[in-house]
């Protein structure tokens, strides 16, 4: 029985392929090349070699041969070793033994076993389809012009960076600060009331800022807006109250000691709860702007608000004078 396809079987999988009391066939990785004098260029390939000290039998051969149908492993060992004992012999006999697509095996002077592979076969899978071509080689191409071109380019490119840097070092900062103004602004400007833990909500402060620290009360035109809203005429503009306070406030009318300003009536009503239980007489009152102030007492006269409100702060920090 031949086994040399087996052999050439294992070759493409395994890198030695041992054929028991014979030698074994070694597989060797060599990369591609260019043969300069040829022009020819060469795909990487594994060359096969053969080492006649590998004669014990690894179980390889004979379990690929036992695979077949009808062939146990003890008798693919004796197959192997009658092919064996047949191809010694012919070699022996001066005769050349060719193992199709692997290579010629032959006797020297000294009876020795030669191997010739066969170079028209490459065992290397990935290198299949691939062959070896001739090239013609470029003439007229001076590799020190070409570097001599990069080297002039080279400040040129830095020079690009260096400008991109400079402009995101300036463009990012304006950026982000356009993004942060607009953002503190708001939170500046944003005074509405926020759900925490306390069981009275803020109040929104509806006078200017600074105002609740000054010992002259803040009188707004409320009055006149009152007036507009009670008539049948169309309402007119109200006009707002100036930062500044006149210097000399009127002393006559009713004052409101106001402890807070919300948003939603029902704070204002739970504020006015609490005021009663204090002892006050609270009044929710709703301003021309749509807030719901909350009055803890009125007073005839500006002196006696402006006392009540020095002891009523303590208590309602924000508390201010309004004239009705």
Not at 55 to 74: M, T, V, Y
Not at 89 to 114: L, T, Y
Not at 121 to 137: A, H, K, R, T
Request: glycine share 6%; proline share 7%; net charge neutral.
């Amino acid at each position: 029985m031949d086994i040399t396809p087996f052999i050439r079987e294992l070759l493409f999988s395994h890198d030695c392929v041992i054929v028991p009391g014979f030698g074994g066939f070694i597989g060797n990785y060599v990369p591609a090349r260019v043969d300069d004098s040829t022009s020819v260029f060469y795909p990487p390939v594994k060359q096969i070699s053969f080492n006649r000290n590998l004669k014990n039998n690894d179980g390889l051969l004979a379990g690929r041969i036992s695979a077949q149908p009808g062939i146990s492993f003890n008798e693919a060992v004796s197959l192997i070793g009658d092919y064996t004992v047949m191809v010694i012999k012919r070699i022996q006999s001066g005769e050349k033994v060719v193992f199709d697509n692997i290579g010629v095996f032959s006797s020297n002077n000294e009876g020795s076993i030669q191997f010739e592979p066969d170079r028209n076969v490459n065992y290397l899978p990935g290198s299949y389809g691939l062959e070896s071509f001739q090239f013609s080689p470029v003439t007229g191409y001076d590799v020190r012009k070409q570097i001599t071109r990069h080297i002039d380019r080279d400040p040129e490119h830095r020079h690009i960076t260096r400008v991109y840097l400079w402009r995101a070092a300036i463009i990012v900062p304006l950026i982000a600060l356009a993004t942060l103004i607009p953002l503190k602004t708001s939170l500046q400007r944003s005074k509405i009331e926020t759900t925490t833990l306390n069981p009275i909500p803020k109040t929104v402060t509806e006078i200017p800022a600074g105002s609740e620290q000054m010992s002259t009360p803040v009188v707004d035109n409320i009055t006149e807006g009152l007036k507009q809203a009670d008539s049948d005429e169309p309402l007119q503009p109200v006009q707002a109250a100036p930062v500044n306070v006149p210097d000399v406030p009127s002393r006559e009318g009713h004052f409101y000691l106001i402890t807070g300003s919300f948003r939603l009536k029902v704070n204002a009503e739970q504020q006015a709860a609490l005021l009663k239980k204090e002892g006050f007489e609270p009044e929710v009152i709703t301003a021309l702007n749509g807030f719901f102030r909350v009055s803890a007492l009125r007073c005839n006269d500006l002196e006696t608000a402006i006392e009540k409100k020095d002891s009523l702060i303590k208590k309602f920090p924000g508390t201010w004078v309004r004239k009705i």
